[in-house]
Each structure stands twice: as C-alpha cells, then as structure tokens.
C-alpha cells in the first residue's frame, strides 16, 4: 500500500470513528446511569445484602431484620427503594421469621412511599408487585392504600385466577407425558426452577423428601424447568439424586401462563384440582408441610 491510499485509509477510519463516538459515549453513559451509584451510607448495606445467601439461616433472619432497620432512616432516595427492593427479593428466600419479614415489609413500604414518583417508574412498580405478593401470599401487613398498590393486588387476584384454570401437557425427562388436568383426585405440586438457580437448588432436597414420603397417598410433584436443553438438566438431576417429575418447557409456554416472574415458585392444587397455596420463593421443608396441610395431605 503506498503512502497515499495509507492516508486515505487513516482519513477513512477516523471518520467512521468521528461518526461513531457519539453514539458510543451515549451507550457508554445509559449503562452507566443504569448502574446505582452508592453514596458512602448505601454501599455497605448494598454489600451486606449481596452477602445474604452465604450466611447460616440462623445468622441470616437477624442480620435481614437489622438492615432492614438500617435502610429505613436513609434519606428518600431512589438508591433508597432499590436497596430495600433488593432485601425483599432475598427476605422471602426460606424461613426467616415473621418478625424479620415484616420489617423487611414495612421498610419496602416507606421507602417506595417516599421515592419521587417520577424517577424509575419501573421501580416503583416492582415494588409495589413486590409489597401485594407479601401481602397476599406472605400475609404481612402493608399499611399502603395507594392506586398502585391496589393495582398491584387486582392483578395477583387476576393471576391467580388464570392459575385456577391453567392446563399444560408437558414430557419430562424420560419421556413421559403430564398433563396437570388429568391429576384430578391428587394433591399436586408445580414447581418452576432453574439449575443456575441457587434458591431453587436448596429446596430440591426438601421435595425430594415429601416426595418419597407421600408419593403413596397420591402426591405428585410437577417441576418445570426454565433450562431447555435435556443434556444440561439431565446430569445435574442425576447428581443430586433427584426422582421426582422433572419436565421441559420448550418456549417457556407454561412459565408465561403462570405469569411467573422469579424462581423458585410453587403452586399446590388440592385433589378436586383447586388451587389451594403457593410460595413466591424457596420454601422450607417446614413451609411446604404447610402448603400440603391446606391440600389435606398432613
């Protein structure tokens, strides 16, 4: 190349950069507005949160219930109602106490409350969907009588109603067929999980334990996984010995008419097929016993 058509080169690229730039310090800029900046009181709150799930469940339920507290005096913030969003998400994950749950509830309230309403209203309305599921399926007491609380409420009811007339036909792993309507008679539980899910994971021993001790008195575990390829949830099964139902969901169909929007969940239809209990996280073995009783299965 001479030394011409090499200076024709380097005019060229420095246009398209020229051009380029722009565009690229603007995406540059959206993707950092979209990650919080944390001011010097938020960011270790933040860290503690991230550190929730390597904690004993005993240490784990005191040190929710204090950030919770800790949270609560923050100035009025969006960082604010991220922060306490992101408890919730991880309060619901077992058996915390009600005591914790509930202020973990309160502080959630307070801070979507104070957020200016005008900034991330995404937000703002993963809250609220957060608060009416505490409410509705946790039964903690949110102290909000907003319009978007109860918009949030009417559309639990509405999903729920959609879930009461839910059917699907789904193959599980070794190819066999299930279809949730043709159960009618058993108490049945439908599980959506995930093996990149770690909630999902530490439950699984807990079902594989009702499952075995009441898989003769008609219980039967449906447990649909968001993972599509066999060849990846095959193995992971078989390592952990798992021998319930395990099914597909190509698409994702099942997942989009239960309306789930997080993993783990669980649904539990009683023996005349009514949808009688459900969880929007990791349960305990003890919380599942519970769920079942509301089945007749004790």
């Known amino acids: 190349m001479n030394a011409a058509m090499r200076r024709l080169v380097h005019v060229a690229v420095a246009v398209v950069f020229a051009i380029q730039l722009p565009v690229l310090l603007s995406s540059l800029a ?7 900046q944390w001011n010097a009181q938020e960011k270790p709150i933040y860290d503690q949160i ?4 390597s904690l004993p469940d005993d240490v784990r339920a005191k040190t929710t219930k204090d950030i919770a507290l800790e949270i609560r005096p923050l100035p009025a913030s ?3 109602l991220r922060l306490a969003l992101y408890l919730a998400s991880r309060a619901t994950e077992g058996d915390f106490g009600q005591d914790t749950l509930q202020e973990v509830t309160t502080t959630l309230a307070e801070a979507v409350q104070q957020a200016p309403p005008e900034d991330k209203p995404a937000l703002s309305t993963a809250a609220y969907s957060e608060l009416a599921q505490l409410a509705r399926y946790e039964h903690m007491q949110v102290l909000l009588d907003s319009p978007q609380f109860k918009a949030a409420m009417a559309k639990l009811e509405s999903d729920d109603a959609q879930r009461q007339q839910a059917n699907f036909t789904l193959t599980d792993l070794q190819g066999k067929s299930w279809t949730l309507k043709d159960l009618k008679g058993k108490v049945v539980l439908v599980n959506f999980w995930a093996t990149w899910c770690p909630p999902c994971q530490k439950e699984m021993p807990d079902l ?3 499952y075995n001790r009441y898989k003769d008195r008609g219980f039967v575990i449906l447990a649909i996984s968001e993972d599509e390829e066999t060849n990846k949830v095959a193995p992971f ?6 021998t319930y139902p395990i099914l597909l969901d190509p698409g994702q169909k099942v997942n989009k008419l ?8 669980s649904f539990v239809y009683g023996r005349e097929g009514k ?3 459900q969880s929007i996280d990791m349960r305990t073995q003890r919380q599942f016993l519970e769920m079942l009783a509301q089945a007749g299965l004790q």
């Open 30 to 36: 959206q993707a950092q507005q979209q990650q919080p």
């Open 50 to 53: 991230k550190t929730l799930r």
């Open 78 to 80: 969006v960082n604010k």
């Open 208 to 210: 594989e334990a009702l």
């Open 237 to 242: 099964i078989a390592e952990r010995k798992i």
């Open 258 to 265: 239960f309306q789930v929007e997080g993993i783990p969940k």
């Open 275 to 277: 949808l009688v209990a």
